[in-house]
């Protein structure tokens, strides 16, 4: 899952002083043209991926600790999952932000 995030950055033409010309403000996407639905969405899945990011980095300690030839096979892909789930978990935290009314 690939996410752009991107910052839009206008300038603002205020009237008066001339050296607030050059001065800019974050657009900002109105929150109202979003379904009102999606922040609950975005925030089952946070919590979806906070749930599955703590039970890879428990399976990994407890088989770290344990040691063994399961440790062996798994200590790699139960972190590189660790850490995708982690970015699935911030992914989804910026969508709620983004989404949410207010």
């Known amino acids: 899952m690939v996410l752009f995030l991107v910052v839009f950055v206008r300038f603002a033409a205020l009237s008066g002083n001339p050296e607030d010309r050059f ?5 900002r996407v109105p929150s109202h ?4 639905v999606m922040p609950n969405i975005f925030l089952i899945s946070l919590i979806i991926f906070m749930g599955l990011t703590l039970v890879s980095l428990l399976v990994g300690v407890f088989s770290m600790g344990k ?6 096979r ?6 590189r999952l660790r850490v995708i789930f982690q970015a699935g978990a911030v992914v989804s ?6 989404t949410r009314n207010g």
């Not at 798994?74 to 972190?79: H, R």
């Open 23 to 27: 001065r800019f403000t974050l657009a």
């Open 33 to 36: 043209s979003y379904h009102p």
């Open 67 to 72: 040691g063994g030839d399961f440790n062996k």
């Open 74 to 79: 798994n200590a790699n892909k139960l972190m």
């Open 93 to 98: 935290f910026v969508l709620y932000l983004l």
